[in-house]
């Protein structure tokens, strides 16, 4: 065998050990899951991936009320929201990588039991201080989307996958759709901590219902956890995050807001140093900048993005008075409702995406939700006059968005790996959280620079929404762009896996 010849017959021979593996595993998993036993278990990943969803966005329609309730500042309140941030960016991709090598369901299990445990001391207590530490727990739950979906990857037959990935992508947005007129409805007829008693109920329900019904995927690495590149990160992460939270209170200009940003990218840089000298590394950076995953998450970001500016160009618009020159003047639970049929959406559609994704590959159908998903928010420039406009132009960009959110893990699983699903997948939600960060920060930002005023009060504009609206739709561009650099590179070959 000659020199030139060696490198592709062990390529060769490594594809083949990988694909003899996932036909094992895939025999294995046949032989142990029944139809019923499949559905059972998605229904409960389903419910566990909800209520983690419906505790990101239950506090922001009534974050208004909380300074008064709790006898404290604004400030301290956003805390409430900025707390469960933080912890969440660190805790997806760390525990991501702690399921892959202790086991997906073990994680899960941690994760819910955060959820509970964190409600239950926001459920008990007005102490804000106690709150943010309550929130903070809550931060941890975060990972259990990421982990859900990696852990039904390993547990279901191949058939039953992507309409499982879609269905817990879909999550994301329910969650939103059904938190916000909720979290309004509790906010007029009720204390605001019936809120966290349901998230107690349904954290704990969760964690029995898995604890139950959900067995552990069969792969696991083990090894030693990457304490250096837990820290790293943790500190990259928060340095990063935090200042985008923050630019409200601080401004861009900010000495704190340029430095921690600055020490964020340093940090993330010193990490992917770092990462690659490590024998068993927390990240794994050859994996991460390979082209299909790394367009994969810059999409994902962009996304990211679109959602969460969904929520916050959406409830307020409607709720704004008609002097303003756009509003309906609607309640809050009414502005909660009018994101119920863009979460409906994301989840009806959820089979057809899947059979996008088995049709036209993982690619074309992320391509094809950025394309709807800047379609929307176009109508959204265009379409302000009355009520239904405002659901239907929404509701769009839900679908779109439900569609890309199905695509994403379904191109991460392909190019990844069965031993590091669960850490491809984490590393996949943080940059969609990092989006979402860009959509508060920025959005924020352009929302009171343009204001109108309407009596003592000053308001968004009806302009600073369209500009809103329309970086929105080049965000969503941007992210169909992205998808030519998934598969056109040579070698970019998707791994076997169960």
């Known amino acids: 065998m ?24 895939e025999a294995e998993i046949r032989a142990h899951t029944t139809s019923g036993r499949a559905t059972l278990e998605l229904a409960v990943v389903g419910f566990a991936a909800l209520m ?18 709790l006898n404290t500042t604004h400030t301290n309140v956003e805390w409430l929201l900025t707390s469960t941030l ?15 090598m202790f086991g997906k369901r073990r994680m899960l299990l941690i994760a819910m039991a955060t959820l509970a445990v964190g409600s239950l001391i926001d459920a008990v207590t007005s102490n804000v201080a106690l709150m943010i530490v309550g929130r903070a727990i809550q931060g941890l739950s975060t990972a259990a989307i990421p982990l859900g979906i990696s852990l039904l990857v390993s547990l279901l037959p191949k058939e039953r996958v992507g309409s499982a990935i879609a269905l817990i992508s879909s999550m994301l947005g329910v969650g939103a759709a059904l938190s916000l007129p909720l979290a309004g409805l509790v906010a007029e007829h009720a204390d605001f901590h019936v809120l966290f008693w349901i998230l107690v109920v349904g954290g704990a329900l969760s964690f029995l219902t898995v604890l139950a019904f959900v067995p552990e995927a069969p792969s696991r690495t083990g090894g030693r956890v990457d304490l250096v590149g837990a820290a790293l990160l943790s500190a990259g ?31 993330l840089v010193v990490l992917g140093v770092v990462e690659r000298r490590i024998g068993d590394p927390l990240v794994d950076m050859v994996a991460f900048l390979r082209r299909p995953l790394l367009m994969t998450n810059i999409a994902s970001m962009l996304f990211g993005f679109a959602l969460f500016a969904s929520m916050i160009g ?9 002097q303003a ?20 959406g994301m989840l009806f559609l959820a ?47 839900g679908i779109g ?17 069965p031993t590091e699903i669960a850490a491809a997948n984490g590393l996949n939600a943080l940059f969609r959280s990092i989006g979402s960060s860009l959509a508060s920060a920025i959005g924020g930002s352009i929302l009171a620079a343009r204001t109108v005023a309407v009596g003592s009060a000053e308001l968004p504009s009806l302009d600073g929404y369209k500009q809103l609206f329309a970086l929105c739709a080049g965000a969503a561009a941007v992210a169909a762009i992205t998808t030519f650099g998934i598969n056109s590179r040579r070698g970019a070959k998707p791994v076997p896996t169960a």
């Open 2 to 25: 000659t020199e030139a010849s060696a490198p592709a017959a062990t390529t060769v021979g490594a594809t083949a050990v990988q694909a003899t593996t996932a036909a094992r595993a």
């Open 52 to 69: 983690v969803s419906m505790s990101q966005g239950i506090l922001v329609p009534v974050l208004a009320i909380l300074p008064a309730e």
């Open 86 to 100: 933080l912890v969440a960016a660190v805790a997806v991709p760390v525990m991501g990588r702690l399921g892959d």
């Open 237 to 267: 992460l928060v340095a990063l995050m935090l200042p985008l939270a923050e630019t409200s209170n601080w401004g861009w200009g900010s000495p704190w807001v340029i430095g921690l940003l600055v020490l964020g990218v340093v940090l």
């Open 314 to 322: 959406t409830a307020s618009f409607v709720q704004a008075p008609e």
């Open 325 to 344: 020159g756009y509003g309906f003047g609607s309640s809050m639970v009414v502005g909660g409702l009018v994101m119920l049929p863009s979460g409906l």
């Open 351 to 397: 089979p057809v995406a899947a059979r996008l994704v088995a049709l036209r590959g993982g690619a074309q159908t992320l391509a094809l939700g950025a394309v709807i998903v800047a379609v929307g928010w176009c109508t959204r420039i265009v379409f302000t006059d009355e009520l239904w406009q405002i659901i239907v132009c929404n509701a769009v960009v």
């Open 401 to 417: 968005t439900g569609i890309g959110y199905a695509a994403m893990p379904s191109l991460i699983n392909a190019f990844t790996p």
